[in-house]
């Protein structure tokens, strides 16, 4: 920037543009938002408008670029996406009264994870802000533990969670993987291992903040400053520490950044445990594309086409649509709460009268989690707060029709019940009908509610009259009877007289303009009936501005009620929404118990089912237990419905765990702690490393991960690499899981090996299964019907001769592979018949000196035997060697 003579205003926007480098200041220049200098070429680029000067003809022009101020939002939103952020700045006083340079001052800054606005949130899916606070790191092994916390200031929602133990980074990026957070915090540190493993997410913005934000005294203080209470435990917090440390940095962020933003409506903390719901991994949410289908870009609102969540979100609220979604990625794990649930989906599917009235009445329900944001956050409009009243005007309506209900779950939802009669009225007295969208139109105020605003209004409106009135007065008193009385934003009123009628104006008209054919003037009278109306209007506006900012504020005290009633409404439409689907689309209410078996009847996939025809997809039985079928190798030809089959067992049990009615015609769910899927050598995941690397991390990941209780889905394993190599793998792979000394898991294995299927009459508790295909004069007819029993051939060159590969090539291919077929016959076939025995065949054991400097307690040495300690393992190591 040029340090030569500076007008005010530029002074005055080098002055704010100070206190925010990194942001694009948005600085307001009467009608418009301009931006200057870096700010200016950077935005006019991404925002796709003119780069001008300001001043051309200065030797050093300052490039410029502007939006219309009435269009910034949709600006703003480009910038934000374009990563970068943007500080507003408005003019904070009327113009109009202004001594000299009207005062301007940032009244926002925009970052992706701070939204409240309506326009920039996306409505069916949370905006979170996180932070991430890691613990100590152990060599080699990683963190022993991390803290979680995460914000969504448009709703308030603030919780806290910790992953610990050898586990600890897996989990912690998993768990931000269903968060989706916009914006992630972390501590500038000099190691550069945590950044590393957060490489994985996409479409976050990663923020370095000092060290002392994480600090825990400090986080602690923050935390209990802003709760007002003298103890963190009452919200769950007893024990933790890097939990407080990531939530008072969050707090921290939101002071720093918005320093406007009152967080008044921000009121509790909630603590999440890891055992509250089903554990998934990123990797399983991807492959069971559950909220995002694969291959969707970004945020985009259509990536949830083809998704579970596509198929069940039929809430009617927005806010219902996102605890929907927390439903679909946090299933339940715990009996008696997935039951609760399923009673009241279950009502509600055969009670078809109350559901549809409920439904119903759930339309004029708005978002009242953000809309109580905005009120407490002082920046609800007047329409915002109309929507509210029409809101509350449902509750008595959805109270009625909850009370016909009988589930426990609809009778607790009832009586927490608040019908907010006294909230409705409150608006209801005050409010004008629908009114106007912004503080400034006037018109705000419902007659009869302030004598002043009846009184200002009723001024404002003679003396309009009075001035239509005066035409007909003054033409009557001149004689000239094309005389006109007009208004505009210049002079205000004024009387008109054409060019032919000049010679009968009176005297005391003061000539104010002339134009072609006539000429303006004022008269005395109508000056003073024009500053009883402006001024009148004047005071109207700004004593409905107050009185509107009074409601406000009286509402906003409301906050912790309208909170609560809208997660009563959420819950309400989300079970609404499931009885839906379950009548929709004949779903079953499963069985769901502590026991082990799954077992499905005439199964189907939630979503395949609906890119069909009804009746064109086939259904499938399942059975799945700890004892003879633990582990299930479905073996059949590429094409033939295996993948299919293994994502429709995991998403019916996952249906059933959220609460849901399942598409089967009879299932039992043993509950499942965790599912994992992998899927062998799929390209779309790989993002860049070898493909049959990604594959083998994963399942080592599983392996590590996997308990007892979990059910594990793999598909197509070891394809990544050479023949052979990829048998062996699969093999030992599936005789590892399946051996309840070594993991013992629930398993659906889905391979093209049919060697495998030998495995069944060696191991117990391993079946073979197949997807049943038909040749028929040389053609493959698929079944899509699982059946006992394993394949014997791959079909292979069917599979390619469908999808259209030249038939000389497929000609060709068929004489090779009876080549090949008959040199394997000669000789004996090369898979091991024999358990292998696992004792040494797990993870490879540390080596002993790393055991030992586990043990070594630091605290007990002097320095100098601690060095003595580390010379020693130094030369055993070098001995080694
Ligand atoms: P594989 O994993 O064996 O290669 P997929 O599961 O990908 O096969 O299925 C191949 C195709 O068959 C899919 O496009 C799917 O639409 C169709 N399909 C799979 N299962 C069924 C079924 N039970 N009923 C009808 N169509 C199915």
Known sequence: MPSDDLTPLMRQYRETKRGYPDAILFFRVGDFYEMFYEDAEVASRLLAIALTTRDKNSPDPVPLCGVPHHA????????????????????????????????????????????????????????????????????????????????????????????????????????????????????????????????????????????AWFALEEARGLLLGHFRVHTLDSFGCRGMTLGIQAAGAVLR??????????????????????????????????????????????????????????????????????LLREWVLHPLIDCRAIRSRQAAVGELKERLEIRVQLRSALRHVQDIARLSSRISLGVATPREVWALRQSVAAFPELHRHLLLLDSPFAKELAKSWDPAIDIHETIEQALAPDAPASVRDGGIIRPGYHAGVDELRKASTEGKQW?????????????????????????????????????????????????????????????????????????????????????????????????????????????????????????????????????????????????????????????????????????????????????????IVLLAQMGSFVPATEARIGIVDRIFTRVGASDNLAGGQSTFMVEMTETSNILHSATWRSLILLDEIGRGTSTYDGLSIAWAVAEFIHDPKQLGARTLFATHYHEMTQLEGSHEGIKNYRVEVRERDGDVLFLRRIVRGGADKSYGIHVAQLAGLPSPIIDRAKQVLAQLERANRDSTAPVPQEPLPFADATLPAPHPILEEVRQIDLFSMTPLDALNRLADLKRRLSSEE
């Open 72 to 211: 910034a939002t949709g600006y703003i939103a480009k910038l934000l996406k374009a990563g970068r952020t943007v500080a507003l700045c408005d003019q904070v006083e009327d113009p109009k009264l202004a001594k000299g340079l009207v005062r301007r001052e940032v009244v926002r800054v925009y970052t992706p994870g701070t939204l409240i606005d309506p326009e920039l949130l996306p409505p069916t899916a949370s905006n979170f802000l996180a932070a991430i606070a890691p613990g100590p790191r152990t060599a080699g092994t990683g963190y022993d533990g991390l803290g979680i916390a995460a914000i969504d200031v448009s709703t308030g929602e603030f919780w806290v969670t910790e992953a610990v133990g050898d586990q600890a980074e897996d989990r912690l990026v998993n768990e931000l993987a269903r968060l989706e957070a916009k914006e992630l915090l972390i501590p500038q540190m000099p190691d550069e291992n945590l950044p590393t493993c957060l490489a994985r997410l996409k479409d976050v913005r990663l923020c370095r903040e000092p060290r």
């Open 253 to 322: 962020y939101l002071h720093e950044t918005q320093p406007a933003v009152s967080l008044d409506h921000v009121r509790a903390l909630n603590v999440r445990r890891p055992d509250d719901s089903m554990y998934l991994d990123s990797v399983t949410i991807q492959n069971l594309e559950l909220v995002r289908s694969l291959g969707a870009p970004g945020d985009a609102e259509g990536a949830r086409e083809g998704t579970l969540l596509g198929v069940v979100d039929r809430t009617i609220t927005t806010m219902g649509g996102r």
């Open 467 to 651: 001035i239509a009135a005066l035409e007909g007065q003054e033409r009557e008193r001149t004689g000239i009877d094309s005389l006109k009385v007009r208004y505009n934003q210049v002079f205000g009123y004024y009387i008109e007289v054409t060019k032919a009628n000049l010679q009968r104006v009176p005297p005391h008209y003061t000539r104010k303009q002339t134009l072609a054919n006539a000429e303006r003037f004022l008269t005395p009278e109508l000056k003073e009936l024009e500053e009883r109306v402006t001024g009148a209007d004047l005071k109207l506006k700004a004593l409905e501005q107050e009185l509107f900012e009074e409601l406000r504020a009286r509402l906003a005290r409301e906050t912790p009620r309208l909170q609560a009633m809208g997660r009563l409404i959420s819950t309400l439409d989300a079970l609404a929404a499931l009885a839906e689907v379950a009548a929709l689309h004949r779903y079953v209410r499963p069985e769901v118990d502590d026991g082990h078996e799954i077992r499905i009847v005439e199964g189907r996939h939630a979503v395949v089912e609906r890119l069909m025809a009804t009746g064109e997809f086939i259904p499938n039985d399942t059975r799945l237990d700890l004892e003879d079928h633990r582990l299930v190798i479905l073996t059949g030809p590429n094409m033939a419905g295996k993948s299919t089959y293994l994502r429709q067992v995991a998403l």
